[in-house]
Nanobody
Framework: EVQLVESGGGLVQAGGSLRLSCTAS????????IGWFRQAPGSQVPGKER?????????????YYAQPVEGRFAISVDNIKNTVYLQMNSLKPEDTADYHC??????????????????WGQGTQVTVSS
């Protein structure tokens, strides 16, 4: 079965850290871009839709970070384990969200992700208490 599975979410105090994992099964990350997205509580309200957080190219390791997380989050890929990690440091209450990973063909150039995401995970919840 082709799927992406996220793990590593949980409850953490502000200033703490978590590492999310996104593991592929049934396919490999070859030449894929893998992205992390988050959807905050109440995101069904217009203006609070799903937000792109970061992405990485499995081919050349190029990365992108959204401004709210730049300098605090770090994305990495292990092509042998078919797993992408999102190390989240200095977490803030506004980082609270359901985090999803997605994968698809594309590239990362000039710090932008151009991707046709084809596969999505079910998500892992991150809650940051103040």
């Amino acid at each position: 079965e082709v799927q992406l599975v996220e793990s590593g979410g949980g409850l953490v105090q502000a200033g703490g850290s978590l590492r999310l994992s996104c593991t592929a099964s049934g396919f490999t990350f070859d030449n894929y871009v893998i992205g992390w997205f988050r959807q905050a509580p109440g995101s069904q309200v217009p203006g609070k839709e799903r937000e792109g957080v970061s992405c990485i190219s499995s081919r050349d390791g190029r990365t992108y970070y959204a401004q709210p997380v730049e300098g605090r989050f770090a994305i990495s890929v292990d092509n042998i384990k078919n797993t992408v990690y999102l190390q989240m440091n200095s977490l803030k209450p506004e980082d609270t969200a359901d985090y999803h990973c997605a994968a698809g063909p594309g590239n990362v150039e000039n710090s932008y992700c151009t991707v046709r995401y084809e596969k999505w995970g079910q998500g892992t919840q991150v809650t940051v208490s103040s």
